[in-house]
C-alpha cells in the first residue's frame, strides 16, 4: 500500500507563512486532501486537489490563505499556508483517494492512504 510522506511543518508566529509538502510514488493517480487534526478534536478537511491540478477546493477558514498544488513529475503536493492564525494549530494530514471522480472529498474516510502527519504550531 501506498503511505503519503508528509513535511514541512514547524512552530511560526501568527502572520506568518509555512510550505507543507506530502510525497507519494504514481501521485498522477490519486486525487490529494490535506486534513488537520486539533487535540480533542475531529480530523477537519482543509483542501484538496484533483489529479492534475486543474480544480482545487478549500475549507472557508483557510480560503483566500492557503493555496493547494501539485507536481507530478516529482510525486509531491504542497500547501502553501499563508496569514496563519493560532487556530490553524494542529497535526496536518495528507491524503491519497484513488478511483474517484473529480470532485472535492470532504470526508477523511474517501482516502485510501495517510502520512503520518506533521505538526504546525501557531504562536499568538
Known amino acids: 500500500a501506498q503511505q503519503p510522506v508528509e513535511s514541512g511543518g514547524g512552530l511560526v508566529q501568527a502572520g506568518g507563512s509555512l510550505t507543507l509538502a506530502c510525497t507519494i510514488s504514481d501521485l498522477q493517480d490519486y486525487i490529494m486532501g490535506w486534513f488537520r487534526q486539533a487535540p480533542g478534536k475531529e480530523r477537519e478537511w482543509v483542501s484538496s486537489i484533483t489529479w492534475t491540478g486543474g480544480s482545487t477546493y478549500y475549507a472557508d477558514s483557510v480560503k483566500g490563505r492557503f493555496t493547494i498544488s501539485r507536481d507530478n513529475a516529482k510525486n509531491t503536493v504542497y500547501l502553501q499556508m499563508n496569514e496563519l492564525k493560532p487556530e490553524d494549530t494542529g497535526l496536518y494530514y495528507c491524503?491519497?483517494?484513488?478511483?474517484?471522480?473529480?470532485?472535492?472529498?470532504?470526508?477523511?474516510?474517501?482516502?485510501?492512504?495517510w502520512g503520518q502527519g506533521t505538526q504546525v504550531t501557531v504562536s499568538s
Open positions: 491524503g491519497a483517494a484513488l478511483g474517484k471522480r473529480p470532485g472535492q472529498w470532504p470526508t477523511a474516510d474517501d482516502y485510501e492512504f
